[in-house]
């Protein structure tokens, strides 16, 4: 069994900073990449950064020079650091992992979201 718990949302007005973090536990052989996608109110999942298991990272055209991601390879942990937030940033933040639970196993496995919101 697999699970991932975030941590770190709340309530920010725009302009301040979050940081929200992610830690895998349960059986795991490895993890590839983490990530973390967000949904606001009425709209679709979407990507938000995601990292590989050796350091390279992506992120959406929108948070790009305003979010970091990073990993604790060590703590399976991956952390989103969010900082000039915005309200269009509202939304429910959900971490993303690739996982193997043996050699020949791998799957994506799902946060149970934290909340963001950010007032004007």
């Known amino acids: 069994q697999v699970q991932l718990v975030e941590s770190g949302g709340g309530l920010v007005q725009a302009g301040g900073s979050l940081r929200l973090s992610c830690a895998a536990s349960?059986?795991?052989?490895?993890?590839?990449?983490m990530g973390w996608y967000r949904q606001a109110p009425g709209k679709q999942r979407e990507l938000v950064a995601t990292?590989?298991?050796?350091?390279?990272?992506r992120y959406d055209d929108s948070v790009k020079g305003r979010f970091t991601i990073s990993r604790d390879n060590g703590k399976s942990t991956v952390l989103l650091q969010m900082n000039s937030l915005k309200p269009e940033d509202t939304g429910v933040y959900y971490c993303?992992?690739?996982?193997?639970?043996?050699?020949?196993?791998?799957?994506?496995?799902w946060g149970q979201g934290t909340q963001v919101t950010v007032s004007s």
């Open positions: 993303n992992a690739r996982i193997r639970t043996t050699v020949s196993v791998e799957r994506n496995y």
């Open positions: 349960g059986s795991i052989f490895s993890i590839n990449a």
């Open positions: 990292i590989t298991s050796s350091g390279s990272t």
